[in-house]
Structure formats: structure tokens, C-alpha cells
């Protein structure tokens, strides 16, 4: 977008199929996807920068046939399940006590809030109702904190 640095957009520009739009931005071809995905990974180490891949639904509608996992993310943390569950009971042992004694995070939740932890946040929580969903969500959510601004839409006869 041109909200990209100027060193990365300087970067994306020297390839040779890379088109340099009014806006700003710069825009490749979809049959240079898997070199784009290439040049992203040599990128990301050096200016330190996250980058989400095409999720596979995309790919199979532009026909996209990628070498590259579908989905995947580029730079940044990736975090296995066991780390998650880790920093998901550090977070809870860091509650205050009378927020844990009211509301309690109870095992199965901890599995939830890790595994969408481990998943970048981006997670359904299908559990049955009143097994705590909301509080998982919440609790998910507060992980990213440094990626708010947070939206939360609910239906108005919850007021």
C-alpha cells in the first residue's frame, strides 16, 4: 500500500515485474506470486516486518498454483501451540486474584485461548452456550493489545 516504508517500496520496485501504481502502491502480476512470496522472505529478517500470505480459497479463485503454503504468514513470531499455552498461563497467573476468583479461567478455555493464540488470533470459538466464549474472546483479544484499535460488534439486545 503507500503506506510501505520507502526503503521497502524501493525494494519492491527494483523487480522486474513489479508495477509502481498512482496511488503509491505497488502491484505485481498474480503469475508472479510464488517469486513476489520469494522476495517477502528475504525482505522480512532485514526490515523486520510481517507480511500475510493469500489464504487458499483466494488462490484457488485466481487459479493461483503456489509452491508456497496458502495462508501462511511471513516474518514476525510463529508461535507453536506449546509456547501459546505458556504465555496464555502467564497471562492468567498475571490477572489480579479477585478477577481469577470470580471468574475463573477454566481449563478447556486456556485450550481455546492458546490454540487461537496460536492460530494469530483469527479463530471461530464454536463452544456450546454459557461455557465462557466471551471471556475466551476477550482474553484472546488482550494478546494483541498492540494491535489494537479493537472492534467488538454484539447484537443490540445485549445491552
Known amino acids: 500500500t ?3 516504508p520507502p526503503r521497502i517500496r ?7 515485474s513489479a508495477l509502481c501504481c498512482e496511488d503509491g502502491s505497488v502491484a505485481f502480476p498474480v503469475s508472479c506470486y510464488d517469486d513476489v512470496v520469494q522476495g517477502l522472505e528475504q525482505l522480512a529478517p532485514e526490515f523486520h516486518f510481517q507480511a ?10 485466481l487459479e493461483i498454483d503456489t ?3 496458502p495462508g501462511a504468514v511471513l516474518g514476525g513470531a510463529c508461535v507453536s501451540y506449546e509456547e501459546a499455552k505458556a504465555r496464555v ?4 497467573k498475571a490477572m489480579p486474584r479477585s478477577l481469577q476468583e470470580r471468574c475463573p479461567v477454566l481449563p478447556y478455555q486456556i485450550e481455546g485461548i492458546a490454540f487461537g493464540f496460536e ?6 470459538l464454536g463452544d456450546d452456550m454459557g461455557l465462557g466464549k466471551t471471556l475466551q474472546a476477550l482474553l484472546l483479544a488482550s ?3 498492540a494491535e489494537w ?5 454484539v447484537p443490540s439486545s445485549l445491552r
Open 149 to 153: 484499535p479493537l472492534l467488538i460488534v
Open 143 to 145: 494478546m494483541f493489545e
Open 89 to 92: 498461563l502467564q497471562m492468567v
Open 52 to 61: 500475510e500470505l493469500l489464504p487458499s480459497w483466494v488462490c484457488r479463485i
Open 67 to 69: 509452491a508456497t503454503k
Open 10 to 16: 524501493e525494494r519492491l520496485l527494483t523487480s522486474s
Open 2 to 4: 503507500n503506506r510501505l
Open 119 to 124: 492460530k494469530g488470533g483469527r479463530v471461530l
